[in-house]
């Protein structure tokens, strides 16, 4: 059986055989996961660092422990409607992914310029974290025209 026949007898009914979802987004969402599972860990423990080393005011300690935990829950949702989006081909999860990533850029732009203390950890950190930001951003869109069209 040829493949064209196998996609009109065992595909999806009413759906094309090919292929939109993005491999190399897919694979900046996994090595995401993993790097910000470490950046999470490491902005925490700068943080607590930082509030033992330097006098740290305690309403800028709270704010930045929060800021830190609405952005891990951000990204949990974010880069789960991301994967969702991109292998199911839809268009809405992976907008909304999109819109989050935009959340998270500026969570990230806080921590990288507006945090109380901000250590060349914290730049490097930060900088990686929206290298990746960016360059999902860019593979969203694509992907997006891409099932859109």
């Not at 009914?13 to 897919?26: A, D, N, Y």
């Not at 960016?134 to 069209?149: H, K, N, P």
């Amino acid at each position: 059986m040829h493949l064209a026949q196998w996609s009109q007898t065992c595909g999806p009914p009413g759906r094309s055989s090919t292929v939109l979802s993005s491999v190399p987004l897919q694979i900046l969402f996994y090595f995401n996961i993993v790097y910000y599972i470490f950046y999470f860990l490491a902005t925490l423990l700068m943080i607590i660092y930082k509030s033992q080393v330097f006098s740290y005011p305690d309403a800028n300690l709270a704010l930045d422990l929060a800021l830190l935990f609405i952005m891990v829950i951000l990204e949990a949702v974010r880069l789960y409607l991301g994967v969702k989006g991109n292998l199911t081909e839809e268009e809405l999860p992976l907008g909304i992914s999109l819109a989050l990533t935009v959340a998270n850029v500026i969570l990230s732009v806080y921590f990288l310029v507006w945090e109380t203390y901000v250590l060349r950890a914290d730049v490097i950190i930060n900088a990686l974290l929206l290298i990746f930001y960016g360059l999902e951003g860019i593979l969203d869109i694509f992907s997006i025209a891409a099932f859109v069209s």
